[in-house]
């Protein structure tokens, strides 16, 4: 998924009276500079003043590595930088799950807990054996939710009949990859996937959410990975992906910079001198100008995102989201009116 550990905890804040939530959360978001996940999840948990993933592992993979699709992964993908549950790999379900809560009750005593399928593609396998996975965990009394990381070419019609059914017991959020809506880049990365592959799996998806939204059920969450700063591209490429996401209905979006992990066939590249990372003011400057493009309740979960220390080469900001964040958000500011 390329997707990174999570490390931030989501505090949500006091709803207004219920007269006035509608009104209060327009007003707001017209002079917010984004949402922000926090929001999004205390619209969907609304009991709860904070919720925290946690991330589990079970034991899928990914058709990218395979041989299904292509082999080797995408060129930058390493699991090990960014899913801590692979540590796990091998234990149950159930001992990852109260491993992680028995831990997570120490700093965060009252927290909803959000059950993740993090590492490889977490809809990658029947649909039985999809449903006898997520069973595992949704009758857990701490899990309030459940978030699965997949990519667009693993979501038959009946994957997506699970998740919908699995939605009808608890909030579920399914995230896609893309990365970029570029072909050429999907190529060069080895993606293993096309922009219409993307397109076809969130089609089904949504027509999905809508069947059920029409039968009186919640239907499920939809959010995507992106990637900022892929060899090659530039600020009309991080334009066009902003544009493509904005034609779906999405709840949230994640944007990570690209950053090389040793041992990736992308570090081969980068030492070679062939591929050039995105200075920081170069990926601020892109990330705001793709949340300038994006729907104002697009909820944005996180835009910075590294690796462990020793597993990362470049580049040394990365892991400094402060600063990141400090520095979209002035610029945002500066921007506002402009777009
Ligand atoms: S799609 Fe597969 S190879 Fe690509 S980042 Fe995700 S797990 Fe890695």
């Known amino acids: 998924m390329g997707d990174q ?24 978001l017209m002079a917010s500079l984004y949402r922000s996940y926090r929001d999004f999840l205390q619209e969907r948990f609304p009991g709860y003043r904070q919720v ?26 390493d699991n090990r930088s960014f899913s801590p549950a692979l540590a796990m790999r091998g234990d149950g379900l159930s001992l990852q799950l109260d491993t992680q809560i028995l831990r997570l009750r120490t700093r965060f005593p009252h927290a909803g807990v959000l059950a993740y399928f993090q590492p490889y593609s977490n809809t990658y396998a029947p649909a039985e054996v999809l449903a006898g996975i997520f069973e595992q965990v949704l009758d857990h009394p701490d899990v309030v939710g459940i978030s699965v990381g997949t990519r667009p070419d693993c979501l038959p019609a009946d994957v997506i009949d699970v998740l919908c059914r699995v939605s009808r017991r608890k909030p579920l959020i399914l995230e896609i990859g893309l990365q970029t809506a570029n072909d050429a880049t999907l190529l060069r990365t080895n993606r293993g996937h ?29 959010c995507t990975h992106l990637i900022v700063g892929l060899p090659g591209e530039g600020m009309a490429d991080f334009e066009n992906t902003a544009r493509v996401v904005s034609e779906y209905p999405f709840s949230a979006v994640k944007i990570h910079p690209l950053h090389i992990v040793k041992g990736t066939r992308m570090a081969l590249e980068w030492e070679r001198g062939n591929v050039t990372i995105l200075e920081f003011e170069a990926y601020c400057q892109a990330v705001a100008r793709m949340m300038s493009i ?20 470049a580049p040394s900001w990365c ?7 400090t520095r979209v958000e002035e610029i945002l500011r500066g921007r506002q009116g402009e777009f």
């Open 294 to 313: 994006f729907p104002k309740n697009l909820a944005i979960e996180r835009f910075s995102g590294d690796a462990p220390s020793d597993q990362l080469l």
């Open 5 to 28: 550990p999570q490390d931030v905890v989501y505090v949500v804040s006091v709803k207004p009276k219920e007269g006035l939530l509608l009104p209060c959360f327009y007003l707001w």
């Open 194 to 222: 096309s922009l219409a592959e993307f397109r076809e799996g969130v089609a089904r998806c949504v027509e999905a959410v809508a069947a059920e939204r029409g039968q009186g059920f919640p239907g499920f969450d939809l």
């Open 52 to 77: 925290r993933k946690v991330t589990l592992d079970a034991g899928f993979t990914c058709p990218n590595m395979d041989g299904t699709k292509a082999r080797g992964g995408c060129t930058y993908c």
């Open 319 to 325: 892991g400094d989201r402060n600063a990141i964040v």
